[in-house]
Every structure is written in C-alpha cells, then in structure tokens.
C-alpha cells in the first residue's frame, strides 16, 4: 500500500495516530513470574504476541522476579494495594496466598470453561476452596524415575523398576564404585518433602499420620539405600540441580526427577528412559505430589480484572495450551490435552499415567503444609543420616506436626 | 554602562584571592539561613541513615512484637502480641542450637582466620622475590563470590571429592563431610577460614608495616630473639589494629549466611542452622515473619554483646 514515499509517511502518521487514539484505552495486565529458562520466556513472549493481536485494547507486560522472590513480592504487593494483574504462583503457596486475602475468586469465569470440567482433580484441589476457586493451572509437574539405559544394558537389567522390590534390587546392582544405583534429593528444603511424598503416598501414607505403619515403612524404605550404600550419603545436600548433575556425569544410574529437567539431560546427549514411580507391590498405582504454575488474578481494579481473566481463558484454549506445555516441559492439566501430550512424546508418558492419581500438596495440612513438611524434612534428614532411628525421628516429627495443625 | 563591574575588577579579585572571611560569607548568607546551614551540610547522611540503616531496623523490632505471618500481613492488621515471638524462640531447641552454632561458628573462624592471617603477615614482613604477587594472589579468596567458593566447598566436601581423595592417601576412610551433622559444622567452618584470613592478613600486614623499624632496631641492639620482639614489639604496637580486625570480624562472621545456606542449607537435620539461616528458614519458609524478625533482633544483640565483650576484654 505504502508504495510512494507520500503514501509511506501518510501510512505511517495514520498509524502512528491510530496507536495513540488506541493506546489511550489499552488495560495492561502484568504477570509476574519467575520462568527464566529460555524455552519459557520463548512460550511467554509468544503467548503475549498472539493474545495482543487478538485484544488490542490490552497489552501484556511480564515482570521477572526470581523463584525465592516471588511469594514475599506479591504479598509486599498486595498489602500496599499495587498488586499485579496476575501472579504465576506456584501450586503449594495458592491459597495460602488466597487466604491472606491477596487474591480474586474467579469461580464464576472458569467454571464456564470446557478445559475446567476437564481438568484433573490434583490441580483443581489445589487451586479450589471450597467452592471458590482462586487459579488456573498453567500446567503440572511431577516426579518419575530417569534411568540410564547403558548401565542397565551393562547390569543386564532388562526393564525398569515398576515395584518396591525392582528398586531396590536393581539399585543394588547398578551401585559400582564411582556409580551409585539411585540418586534422589533430601536437602533441606521443600524439595526433600516433595520427593518423598511419592513413595509415602503410593503406600498410602500420610505427612499428617506420620507415625503410622505406611510412613514408617516408606521411610526405612529410602534409609536403607543409604545404608546400604546404593544410594550416595550425600544426598541430604543435594538439591534437585545436584542430583541431575550426578545423572548426567554418571555418577548415577537412576534419579528420581520432573520433567522439567528433560531437557538439560536430552541436551547432554545421554541415553536415557523415564520410568512411573516404583510402587510398594506390583498392581498399585503411584500417587505423587503435584508441581507446577498456577495464573493467580489478584485484587485491582474492575477493568484489569476482568482484562486478566480475558487473558487466562485465551490461554486456555486446547491448541495453545498444549503448545505452551510442551515450551515449558508441563503436563497440562487438562485431562485430553494431556493425553495427547503424552502420545506424542514417550518420556512425558509416565507423567500423564500418573495424573489421575496425583495430589496436590495442600491436601496435607492446607495452608500449614510449609510448616509441616520442614517437619517432615527433619525427620527424613535425622533418619538417612543417622541421627535417630527411623521410629524416633518419625514421632519427633509428628509431635510438631501436631502442634502445627492445631493452630486453625 | 557604568554600573557594571568589568570582571577582573581590582576589588574582586581582591576578595577571591585573599583568606576566605567567614564572617562576611554569613553576614552575605543572610540570618534566616543563618542557624541552618550547619545542619544542611549533614542532612543528606542523616536522611540517608534514618531511610535506609534505622528504619530498617526499627521495623524489624518493632515486627517481632507483632504476630505476623502471611495470613497477617497483606491486611496489614499484625496484631501486637508482646513476648509471645520471643516466647516462642526461645522454647525451641532449634534456635539454642543455632545460637550456640553461632557463637562456635564465630569463635572457631576467628580463632583460625586471625592466627592464620598474623603468621602469615609476620611471614611476607620479610623481603624475596614475587612477594607482592603472593599477596595478591592470597587476597583471591576474599574477592572471590561467596556463591562460587561455597558451591566450590560443597564439590571438594563430596564423598568422592577431592578431599576424601587426600584423605585416602593417609588411610583415612571416606568421611561423609556434609552429610554428617558433626563434620558438616566442621565443614562450614573449614569453608569460612578460607574466606575470611586474607581479611585478616592483610589489615595486620599493613598494621606492622607502620611500626617505626627503629624500635626492632634497639631491640636487636639490646639482643631481644626474634619471638621476643614480635612478643614484646609487634604485638603491642598493633593492638589498634588487632581490635579492629578482630570486630569487624565478629561482625562478618556472626552475619554469615550465604556460604551456609549453600553448602548445607542449616541441614542435615537443621544440625548446622546459624542464627541468619534460621532466621531466614522461619521466615521465607514456614512464613512466619514476627519470629524471624524475633530471632533477627537476637542475632544483632549478640553482635552488640561479643563486641562489648571484645572491647572489656582489650582493654585490659
């Protein structure tokens, strides 16, 4: 069109004029986040072109905080009424969150949505009080054994562990000076209770119960790979990021790790399966702890509210978000999307298996959970350490859990 | 014109080039400005320490009488509830541990980072070739981001790192360094020494440069030894210095937080929690901000109290 110089400055003080008249009515909604692999902010930035191209009058500005961060900010936010559009919090703080009264029940907006009647019961428990709902999940993530193929070839294993009595054999085996069978992670922090919590919950277990025979048992269970050595002593240092390094320099035959991490190892070129979580006895199913995003709207105003909402529904449409689960290495947790996910790549398979019977961590105690798994921690570090047994460090535990959940 | 003074005027130039005349400046300020100026020229590092170094402070006392934790906080109504957060501290054995953590922490990096650092500074007092390059490179540790040196510390401590590797060469077996409560607090300190001698090093270093050489010089006339003349000279002639070194280093060592939070996270077990990681732990990770702030207020006490102490004790 703009063919003549004329005609191009024409065009262009049109446009400019245009933008001007439009940006006086343009809501910005910001999200606040803490995605910085660059797979992410690729998903991000996408999401953010397609949406403003659809809603011109709403622009989209994202603000990256860091992981530690995000939590202390959008309560700072929220108690000097400057609170963002939307909040990308991670599942476990939601309605803790909520429950200081920083966030927006938008029950009335996402019931309507096909995707809510669709999505699973784990992420929808744990965005959901009541009859309130505070969030929309970007998409899950959860915990599966990554096993080394080579060294399984070289033991002579020929599948990977599905039982309790798999692991624990095939970890025996694997175990070769400088290599150890499994690898998992029990530093002190959250991280220790979240990976845990799968093989506490596949023996029906429970962090409130933790005296209970199921817990005791899910307990000696990773003890005694530490004493046994088939297990490194040191994994009660080593965060999640430790723990994929010893896999990927093969210092470890086998790890327990989300999907996040798939695409570190398939970057170090390793040859490698994933596995569902081993359960106690062969014919259970595993249940394990769900991770992931969840888009939060805070309380603003009427407007950017509702410019908010607009947002999430946009995100929501099957296509799209099967898209930006796979840019950021989600399940989604929308059942057919999912599914599908799953038929298209083979190591996400385990992870969509287990999402029917994943938990969210907040069934646990609700809004005390932080306070109850740094109890629990201390229970898994005193028993792989050696500090107390695993029955004494258990009781310890379940003495301050009590006092905790007590307190509302 | 007539009336405008050509610059270069004679009186002019008079008046710049003599003694400045107080006097007249005031006289020129005019009495409004008169009782304010003084405090103008202080106003900028007055506002700048109430902002940034008192309010801070007092905030946070004043948080650890209130009940806040994150159900409190964004209503901004965190009631007042006197000692309870104090109470609540100091019945849980959790922070008498991080309290004596604290102080053994502190004494044992001290101990060593002073010691270290003394002999060292008594060693390049002597003249040989490279010296300033050695110091240089002794001030590496010092400089070097505690994020590299503590997650450096934590591959050396591995079961199969580097330093059960030395170990096996005398026999040792392999010591599980960080996943022991005992021998990770061992750990962080070994970690701490090295960050900090250099401190040391060089502060008493350029401490015994400044004794006068005349008075070594009697002292060899009168026969004194060498050890009787770092007894008798070096070590009181650098007392100012010491004391300092020594409460600056309390201060740094009491604060560490970092390097403990990466190496060992106040794990295994909350064995090796100082009193900044479990402040920190109660107050980012259980949220409970009124008793973070509690134990906070603890932590700046004892700095208080060890450098009073320090103080009574080097005056002696």
Known sequence: MCRSWWSFSACAVLSVTLIGIARSEVTTVEIVHYFNVQGQQDGLAAIKSDFEAANPDIKIQYTYVPFAELLSRTLQMAAVHKSPAISCIDNPDVLRVAKAGALKDISADVTKLSTWQ?????????????????????????????????????????????????????????????????????????????????????????????????????????????????????????????????????????????PWMLGQVHKSGLDFGVTPIPVPKAGMKPVVPLGGEVWCVSKTDEKTEAA???????????????????????????????????????????????????????????????????????????????QSPVDAALSEAAEKIKTVAEKK | MQTVTPIGDAKDRSGLAGPVNFRALKKRAGRSQRWFTPYSFVLPIVLFTLLFLAYPVIYSVALSFRDATIDTFVGGDMPFNGLANYQQSLSNPSFWRALLNTVLFTFFSILFQFTIGFLLALFFQNEFPLKN??????????????????????????????????????????????????????????????IGFPFNFILLYAGMRAVPLEIYEAAKLDGAAYWKQVSHITIPM?????????????????KVFDLVWIMTGGGPANSTHLLSTYAYQTGFSVFNFGQAAAIATVMVLLIVLLNLLQLALQRK
């Open chain 2, 133 to 194: 390059a050695l110091i240089a490179l002794l001030l590496v540790p010092w400089l070097a981001p505690i994020l590299t040196a503590a997650n450096t510390f934590k591959g050396l401590f591995n079961e199969i790192g580097p330093f059960n590797q030395i170990g096996h060469l005398f026999g040792l077996p392999n010591l599980p360094w960080l996943a022991d409560p005992r021998l990770a607090f061992i750990a962080i300190i070994i970690a701490n020494i090295w």
């Open chain 1, 118 to 258: 669709d999505t699973y019961p784990g992420p929808k428990s744990a965005v959901t009080d009541g009859q309130k709902v505070y969030g929309v999940p970007i998409g899950s993530n959860s915990l599966a054994i990554f096993y080394n193929k080579k060294m399984f070839a070289d033991a002579g294993i020929s599948s990977p562990p599905a039982t309790w009595a798999d692991l624990t054999e095939d970890a025996a085996k694997l175990t070769k000076s400088p290599v150890y069978g499994l690898d998992f992670s029990a530093t002190n922090s959250e991280e220790a209770t979240w990976q845990w919590e799968p093989f506490l919950w596949s023996n029906g277990g429970k962090l409130l119960d933790l005296t209970a025979a199921p817990a005791k048992a899910a307990l000696q269970f990773w003890t005694d790979f530490v004493q046994k050595g088939s297990v490194s002593r040191d994994v009660v240092n080593w965060n999640q990021g430790d723990v994929a390094n010893q896999f990927i320099s093969g210092r470890a035959a086998m790890m327990v790790m989300g």
């Open chain 2, 238 to 254: 650098l007392k100012p210095v010491t004391v300092s070194v020594l409460m600056l280093g309390t201060i740094y060592t009491v």
């Open chain 1, 308 to 386: 908010a909402v607009k947002f999430i529904a946009f995100v929501q449409d099957p296509a799209r978000l099967e898209k930006i689960c796979n840019t950021f290495n989600y399940i989604s947790s929308v059942k057919s999307v999912a599914v599908k996910q799953g038929q298209a790549n083979p190591e996400l398979q385990p992870f969509v298996l287990q999402m029917d019977t994943a938990r969210a961590r907040p069934e646990e105690g609700g809004a005390n959970y932080p306070a109850i798994s740094l109890a629990a921690r201390t229970a898994i570090q005193k028993a792989l350490t050696g």
